[in-house]
């Protein structure tokens, strides 16, 4: 006989009462329940967000859950840090190493695992029901191991063991009163560990919503203007703590001591090179199922990278987005497929019978050249529109419609097929969750101007090329993208039932009213007073604006990148404001000579996030792609919950009774 069996036999004597009558089993694994006292054996798994190495970090957003979906749980995570960004406090926290990578072994609060496949998990267990006064509990799991592991506790007190991952364990309770009476209880443990990857673009990977902010200046920091053989400047917010020179001088700022100094200033993501975030909706809605699945852990492999498409980036290479803040800065980003069958194949090697339980999926807005789009959309006639032309930064809608009909369809049938064996041969475990237009007003594309894109002197939308673009994308990108992803377009599927995957899309409707150009009279002060609806945000005068940059009374380092606002999208102010990030992963053709340099000033504004979701627009996205990934997964939604406030900033929320 087994030794599992074994144990199972001596559980079933140890759950006899002293009258020889068999307790009652309930069917709820969580409850094991005899009838005629009320005692139950409840557990569930510790920190079960694996990517964190600090309970702490997860019992935080299991306390923010409780108001009801990722965007109240947002709310109430912000409220708490003045819009300055919660990620900040978390992001050092993560199993990821300097570059972004995951780590292969991780060290969580205090012991060291396997990451991809971990060798057990830590589970809190206790006794509810009418736990008699006074009483002590004779704890025992057994896994098949002998000896099986034995606590001794009071039975008031919760226990702490680390169950074997792969097998059931018996827990089992014997509870002695004070009068020596005797009683049991006992239950079948046995942990669920998800797998979930995260694939895509830019959009999956949470761009726009840096994990540490940009710390801005109060002061101004210039750059330099295309205009032919003139000369032209303007100021702008530094980053804070920069001793250099801030005027457009040749020298020092030109010197690579110089850049060195103002690239350390610059912001923290999760992975710099592919400007990943804890803020990204596939992040949240893993750590959404790991919050309300608490027999379960979710392992979550981050593997969504800015700039790629599914050519470069998904399946080749591409270029780095930028640099982390210390170690080594390597140039390219291995393709994502090529990680994550590599991360399967480390995983199965210690557990043969690991399985990808799902994947997260946004791509196809760069292989149609969005930014492209964007760009051409934003940049005004000039010597700068004429550079970004030259340097491949511009597109036309019928660039990106000879795109969309005659290659992205072999590209998306290739990412199909090769998805299909990674998730069992049904591709239903893949959630593809489509974009949230950026720039609607209910109906109608948002009107043309200077609005939230003063930051450079030469943005202004042009109303007809941004009512061309929504055009395109409402009426042809979008549709296609659903099409493709549910078999009812381009290469035919073999077999629908299983090339047809989970499409989300609900959340469009809520980004409609939620657009670029939405404004309320909830906003930030800062928003109301400071970006001017008509492109008078910035001190045009050279002298003043070298020391006082901005127009309103407000400081720079006011501004709250995470506070609440009625659009859900960045915009080149917002993107400036929260990333001034210069993208390395650029044309040689756009690299600037210095940090003054005019290209510089102009891909600060928008490489760092613009036309982007904001955090609460991920949080709206997770929430939408939640329920399919229940589905997907064969999950159920818990029960409705009560909003409950966090703890006061600085203090745990409780930990699970």
Same mark, same amino acid.
């Given at each position: 006989m087994r030794p599992i069996a074994l144990a199972a036999l001596a559980v079933s004597l140890l759950c006899t009462g002293i009258d020889g009558r068999a307790a009652a089993q309930p069917a709820d694994p969580d409850a094991a329940q005899p009838a005629d006292t009320g005692l139950a054996i409840a557990w569930e798994v510790r920190n079960r967000f694996r990517l964190f190495r600090r309970e702490a970090d997860f019992q935080?957003?299991?306390?923010?859950?409780?108001?009801?979906?990722?965007?109240?749980?947002?709310?109430?995570?912000?409220?708490?840090?003045? /819009?300055?960004?919660?990620?900040?406090?978390?992001?050092?926290?993560?199993?990821?190493?300097?570059?972004?990578?995951?780590?292969?072994?991780? &060290?969580?609060?205090?012991?060291?695992?396997?990451?991809?496949?971990?060798?057990?998990?830590?589970?809190?267990?206790?006794?509810?029901?009418?736990?008699?006064?006074?009483?002590?509990?004779?704890?025992?799991?057994?896994?098949?191991?002998?000896?099986?592991?034995?606590?001794?506790?009071?039975?008031?007190?919760?226990?702490?063991?680390?169950?074997?991952?792969?097998?059931?364990?018996?827990?089992?309770?014997?509870?002695?009163?004070?009068?020596? $009476?005797?009683?049991?209880?006992?239950?079948?443990?046995?942990?669920?560990?998800?797998?979930?990857?995260?694939?895509?673009?830019?959009?999956?990977?949470? &761009?726009?919503?840096?994990?540490?902010?940009?710390?801005?200046?109060?002061?101004?920091?210039?750059?330099?203007?295309?205009?032919?053989?003139?000369?032209?400047?303007?100021?702008?917010?530094?980053?804070? /703590?920069?001793?250099?020179?801030k005027a457009c001088d040749d020298s020092p700022a030109a010197s690579p001591a110089s850049a060195a100094e103002w690239n350390k200033l610059g912001t923290r993501w999760m992975s710099a090179a592919c400007h990943r975030s804890l803020y990204g909706y596939q992040l949240r809605t893993a750590l959404a199922l790991a919050v309300e699945n608490k027999h379960a852990a979710v392992t979550f492999l981050p593997l969504a990278c800015s700039g790629a498409t599914i050519e470069s980036g998904l399946f080749g290479a591409q270029g780095a987005n930028e640099c982390p803040p210390t170690g080594r800065c390597a140039g390219t980003v291995p393709g994502q497929i090529a990680q994550l069958q590599q991360a399967l194949a480390s995983a199965r090697k210690q557990i043969p019978e690991r399985q990808l339980d799902?994947?997260?999926?946004?791509? /196809?807005?760069?292989?149609?050249?969005?930014?492209?789009?964007?760009?051409?959309?934003?940049?005004?006639?000039?010597?700068?529109?004429?550079?970004?032309?030259?340097?491949?930064?511009?597109?036309?809608?019928?660039?990106?419609?000879?795109?969309?009909?005659?290659?992205?369809?072999? $590209?998306?049938?290739?990412?199909?097929?090769?998805?299909?064996?990674?998730?069992? /041969?049904?591709?239903?475990?893949?959630?593809?969750?489509?974009?949230?237009?950026?720039?609607?007003?209910?109906?109608?594309?948002?009107?043309?101007?200077?609005?939230?894109?003063?930051?450079?002197?030469?943005?202004?939308?042009?109303?007809?090329?941004?009512?061309?673009?929504?055009?395109?994308?409402?009426?042809?990108?979008?549709?296609?993208?659903?099409?493709?992803?549910?078999?009812?377009?381009?290469?035919?599927?073999?077999?629908? &039932?299983?090339?047809?995957?989970?499409?989300?899309?609900?959340?469009?409707?809520?980004?409609?009213?939620?657009?670029?150009?939405?404004?309320?009279?909830?906003?930030?002060?800062?928003?109301?007073?400071?970006?001017?609806?008509?492109?008078?945000?910035?001190?045009?005068?050279?002298?003043?604006?070298?020391?006082s940059p901005l127009v309103c009374p407000l400081r720079p380092s006011e501004f709250r990148p995470y506070a609440p606002r009625a659009r859900w999208i960045r915009t080149a102010n917002d993107s400036y404001f929260t990333a001034m990030t210069y993208p390395r992963a650029l044309p040689s053709t756009a690299q600037p000579s210095n940090i003054h340099d005019a290209s510089w000033g102009a891909l600060s504004a928008v490489y760092g996030g613009a036309f982007h979701p904001t955090a609460e627009g991920h949080a709206a996205m997770a929430d939408a792609a939640l329920p399919a990934a229940r589905q997907a997964l064969g999950l159920t939604a818990p029960p409705e919950v009560i909003a409950q406030p966090l703890p006061p900033p600085g203090q745990q929320a409780a930990p699970p009774q």
């Open positions: 935080r957003h299991a306390a923010a859950s409780r108001a009801g979906g990722q965007l109240a749980a947002e709310h109430l995570l912000e409220r708490d840090t003045a /819009g300055r960004g919660w990620a900040q406090s978390q992001v050092e926290h993560l199993c990821v190493n300097a570059a972004g990578a995951l780590l292969d072994t991780c &060290e969580r609060d205090g012991e060291r695992e396997n990451y991809l496949a971990p060798k057990s998990h830590p589970v809190v267990v206790r006794l509810t029901g009418p736990v008699p006064p006074g009483a002590t509990c004779n704890w025992s799991f057994d896994d098949g191991t002998v000896p099986p592991k034995q606590v001794n506790a009071p039975c008031t007190q919760r226990v702490q063991p680390r169950l074997a991952f792969g097998k059931p364990t018996i827990a089992a309770v014997g509870i002695t009163r004070p009068d020596n $009476s005797v009683e049991s209880v006992s239950t079948e443990i046995e942990v669920q560990d998800l797998l979930i990857a995260g694939l895509g673009d830019s959009v999956a990977a949470g &761009e726009g919503n840096p994990d540490r902010p940009i710390a801005l200046a109060d002061e101004g920091f210039c750059f330099r203007r295309f205009l032919g053989a003139g000369r032209s400047e303007y100021f702008r917010p530094s980053r804070l /703590g920069y001793e250099g020179d799902l994947v997260l999926l946004t791509v /196809g807005a760069n292989d149609i050249k969005f930014s492209g789009l964007v760009a051409d959309v934003i940049v005004s006639a000039g010597v700068e529109r004429l550079l970004f032309s030259q340097g491949g930064l511009i597109a036309s809608v019928p660039q990106a419609q000879a795109i969309l009909d005659r290659e992205f369809p072999a $590209s998306f049938a290739k990412l199909r097929a090769t998805l299909k064996p990674l998730v069992g /041969g049904s591709l239903s475990r893949v959630v593809y969750v489509s974009y949230g237009h950026p720039a609607m007003q209910g109906d109608a594309p948002c009107p043309g101007g200077h609005e939230g894109l003063d930051v450079h002197p030469a943005f202004a939308a042009d109303g007809a090329r941004l009512k061309n673009v929504t055009d395109f994308v409402l009426t042809k990108f979008l549709p296609k993208v659903k099409a493709l992803a549910r078999c009812e377009a381009g290469p035919k599927c073999a077999n629908p &039932e299983t090339d047809r995957m989970t499409f989300v899309d609900s959340h469009q409707a809520e980004f409609a009213n939620h657009g670029i150009c939405a404004r309320s009279p909830d906003d930030p002060q800062f928003d109301r007073e400071c970006f001017s609806p008509e492109g008078k945000s910035f001190e045009p005068d050279l002298v003043a604006s070298a020391t």
